[in-house]
C-alpha cells in the first residue's frame, strides 16, 4: 500500500506546482500584453489615438462630470447641427461606463489620475484580461498547456495590438475580452452543465451587448453551434443548459441597452438564434418522451411532435418575414449585408464602403497581423480533431467563420486573431507535447547505452514505458479502490488499456534526432514571431494618427503636429457657437479638441447630411457657399497631404464625397470629375474637377511653395494654379499646410456692395433725367 500512496502524493504535489507555476506564468503573461501596448506613451506621449477615441473620450468626461443620469438623458448640440444627437441611445455604453468606473474606483482610492490618462490606459489592462480569458477557454478545450500557450500569443498578437495600443480608446478595447469571455463562459457550461455558468454566461453576453455591436458575432455563431451538435447527433442535456438560459436571459438583458432596444427581437440578425431555440426544444422535447414510452408508442409521438415543431417553426417564420418584409433590406442592417454580400456596400451604401477599415484585406495583412499564426491554424484544426469534443468543435467553427469576415473586412481581422492564437497555441501545445515525449522515451535507452548494449537499451525502454504504465494505472485505480473480491477483476481490466495505451504510445514515438531539431525550429518560429510583435508594438502601431512622424535621409525625426495646432487655433481664434464643415472624418476630433460645432462626424447615422456636406465640397464656389451658409457655417476645415506627401488627405477622399453626394443629388455625377475615367488633379482634370470647391480649398496659393504646385501624394504638377476665392477667405494654414480652415464671407458685404453699384446707377440715371430736364426746362 506504501507505494500508491506515495505515487498519489508525488502525483498531489506535482499538480499543486503546475498550478502554482502556470499561476505565475499567466501573470508575466498579463503584464507582457499590458507592457508591450506602452510604445505608444514611450515613444510619443500620452495622447488619445485616432478618431472614434476622441468621442468616447468626451462622453466619459461628461459622464464622470455629470453622472450617469445625466448621461443617459445628454442631447449633444454640438454634433450633426441643426440636428444634434441624443448620446444615450445612440452610443454603445460598455466602455464609457468601465472606464468611468475605473476612474471612479481609483480616486475612492486616493489615486488622483485624469479621465484621460484613464481613458489612455484602459485597452492594455483589457488586453491582459483578454489573455487570460484566453487561457480559460483554451483550457476547457484542449488543456492547461494549450491554454498558456495560446495566451501568450494573443498577449502579442500584432492584429489585437493595432486595437489596444495604449491611448486606443475605442469600443473593441473592452469588447474583444467580452468576446472571449462570453465564448469561455459557453464552453464551461457546455462542459459541466452548471445553470450558475450559463448565468455568467448571459451577464457576459449583457456586457458585450453594451461594448460593441460586434455582439451580434455571438449571437449568431452559438446557435450555429448548437445547430451542428444537433445534426451530428451531439445533442445532451449539457448543451440544452449551455444554450436556453443563454437565448432567454441574454435576448432581455440586450433589450435593456438603448442603441439596441427591440432591435434584439425585431432584426435578422437576431432570428437565428430564436429559430435555433425552438429546434433544441423540440429535440430536447423527444429525448425526454422517448425515456417514458415504449418505442412502439415513441414512433407516434415523435411524428406527432416533429409535425408540431414544423408547424410551430413555419408559423414563426411567417411572423418574422412578415414583420421584416416592409424594409428593404429584409431586416438586416447595411453592415451585415455587406459581410453577407462583399459588393452590396460598393453598390447600395457608399458611406459605408468609403471606410477603410471596411475594405477586404490583402494578402500581406495576414502576415502582418498574425504572423506565423497563419501557418499554424490547420495544424491546430487537425489537433481538435483527435479527438473531436462539443469544445473543439466550437472552437473550430469560430475559426471558420472569422477567416470569412476577416476576408471581408478588414476589421474583422481583430475576431480573426482569438480564434488564430487559439488554434495555434493547441498546435504548438500538440507538437511540444508529442516531440518531448519521444525524447523522454528514448532517454533512459540513451543513458544506458555505456553499460549495455542495444539490445538492452530497447529493453530499458520498454521498461520505462511499462513503468508508465504502471503508473497511469495506479493513478486510474486509485481513485477507485476496488474491493478484494474483485480486486483480480479489475486488475486485468486495468492491464489491458494499459498495454494498448503502451504500445500507442510507442507507435507516436518519433527519432530522437528529429525530435530536437524539430523542437529547435519550433523555437526559433516562436523567437521570430515575438521579434515581428515588438516591431510592430514599436513602430508599426504604436503612432497616433493625430501626431504624425516621418524620418530624414540622415535619420533625424520630423514631427507633424498640424491637427492640434488647427484644432487649437478653432478654440482660440472663432466663437463658441461657431459652425465647422469638413468631411465626416474629422467630426469627433473638431468636437472633442476644438469643442465647436459640427455638421457632420464620425457615427454617420444621417446619410443625407452626408451627402449634403459631399455636394458642397463637389459643387463650385459659389453653390458651395450657398449650401454651407444654408447650414450657418462659419468655417471650412480641409485636410490637405500634398506639401508633405500625406496620403489619407480629402483629395484622396474627394471621389468617395462625389459618390455620396451623387446617391442623394443625382445632379452630381462621377464621370464629370473624371477624365477618361481617371481621376486626375493636373492638366488633364476636368473643368468640374478643376472648379469645384474641394479642389480650391486644397490648392490654394499652393504654387507659392515651390513655384511649381508640385503635388507630392498624386506625383504631380496640379493643373490649375493661380486662382483666387471669391466666397471664401484663408483664415489659417498650419506650419506643413496639412490642415487649411477657411472662412465663409458674409453676404452682407456682397449685398452691400451690389446695393451701392444699384445706388450709383440710380442716381446716375436720375441725375441724367434731370440734366436732360434742365436742358428741356432750363429755367426750372
Known sequence: ???????????????????????????????????????????????????DPYFNYRVTQF???????????????????????VIGGTVYPGLTLTAGTLWWIL???????????????????????????????????KGAGAGLTAAALLAMVPSYISRSVAGSYDNEAVAIFALIFTFYLYIKTLNTGSLFYATLNALAYFYMVCSWGGYTFIINLIPMHVLLCIVTGRYSSRLYIAYAPFVVLGTLLAALVPVVGFN???????????????????VAFVYYIKGILSPKMFKVAVMLVISVGLAVCCAVMAILIALVASSPTKGWSGRSLSLLDPTYASKYIPIIASVSEHQPPTWPSYFMDINVLAFLVPAGIIACFLPLSDASSFVVLYIVTSVYFSGVMVRLMLVLAPAACIMSGIALSEAFHVFTRSIKFQLPGLLGSSQVDSGDASSSTVVAQNDAGKVEKTEDTAKERP?????????????????????????????????????????????????????A?????????????????????HVFDDFREAYAWLSHNTEVDD????????????????????????????????????????????????????????????VFGGLVGYPSDDINKFLWMVRIGGGVFPHIKEPDYLRDGHYRIDSQATPTMLNCLMYKLSYYRFVETD??????????????????????????????????????????????????????????????????????NPWH
Open 1 to 51: 500500500m506504501a507505494d500508491p500512496e506515495n505515487a498519489m502524493g508525488a502525483t498531489t504535489l506535482r499538480y499543486a506546482f503546475g498550478n502554482v507555476l502556470s499561476f505565475f506564468i499567466l501573470l508575466l503573461i498579463g503584464v507582457l500584453a499590458f507592457s508591450i501596448r506602452l510604445f505608444s506613451v514611450i515613444k510619443y506621449e500620452s495622447v488619445i489615438h485616432e478618431f
Open 579 to 638: 459652425k465647422v464643415a469638413s468631411w465626416w472624418d474629422y467630426g469627433y476630433q473638431t468636437t472633442a479638441m476644438a469643442n465647436r460645432t459640427v455638421i457632420v462626424d464620425n457615427n454617420t447615422w444621417n446619410n443625407t447630411h452626408i451627402a449634403t456636406v459631399g455636394t458642397a465640397m463637389s459643387s463650385p464656389e459659389k453653390a458651395a457657399w450657398e449650401i454651407f451658409n444654408s447650414l450657418d457655417v462659419k468655417y471650412v476645415l480641409v
Open 63 to 85: 459622464l464622470t462630470k455629470n453622472g450617469i443620469y445625466d448621461f443617459w438623458n445628454w442631447f449633444d448640440d454640438r454634433t450633426w447641427y441643426p440636428l444634434g444627437r
Open 483 to 535: 474491493s478484494k473480491k474483485n480486486k483480480k477483476k479489475e486488475k486485468e481490466i486495468v492491464d489491458k488499456p494499459s498495454l494498448k495505451t503502451k504500445i500507442e504510445k510507442r507507435l507516436l514515438v518519433l527519432p530522437l534526432e528529429a525530435s530536437i531539431f524539430a523542437i529547435l525550429l519550433l523555437v526559433l518560429l516562436g523567437a521570430f514571431y515575438v521579434v515581428h510583435c515588438v516591431w
Open 107 to 141: 480616486n475612492s482610492l486616493n489615486v488622483p489620475l485624469s479621465v484621460e490618462t484613464v481613458c489612455v490606459f484602459t485597452a492594455p489592462i483589457f488586453s491582459a484580461f483578454a489573455s487570460w480569458a484566453t487561457y480559460l477557454l483554451t483550457k476547457e478545450v
Open 537 to 557: 508594438a514599436a513602430e508599426a502601431y504604436s503612432a497616433p494618427s493625430i501626431v504624425l512622424t516621418s524620418h530624414s535621409p540622415d535619420g533625424g525625426l
Open 264 to 282: 434584439a427581437v425585431m432584426t435578422s440578425e437576431h432570428f437565428a438564434s430564436f429559430l435555433v431555440f425552438i429546434i433544441i426544444h423540440v
Open 707 to 776: 513655384g511649381k504646385g508640385f503635388d507630392r501624394v498624386r506625383r504631380t504638377e496640379i493643373g490649375k494654379k493661380h486662382f483666387k476665392l471669391t466666397h471664401f477667405e484663408e483664415v489659417f494654414t498650419t506650419h506643413h499646410w496639412m490642415v487649411r480652415i477657411y472662412k465663409l464671407k458674409p453676404p452682407k458685404n456682397r449685398i452691400r456692395g451690389k446695393a451701392k453699384k444699384l445706388k450709383s446707377k440710380t442716381s446716375t440715371t436720375t441725375s441724367t433725367k434731370r440734366s436732360g430736364a434742365n436742358k428741356r
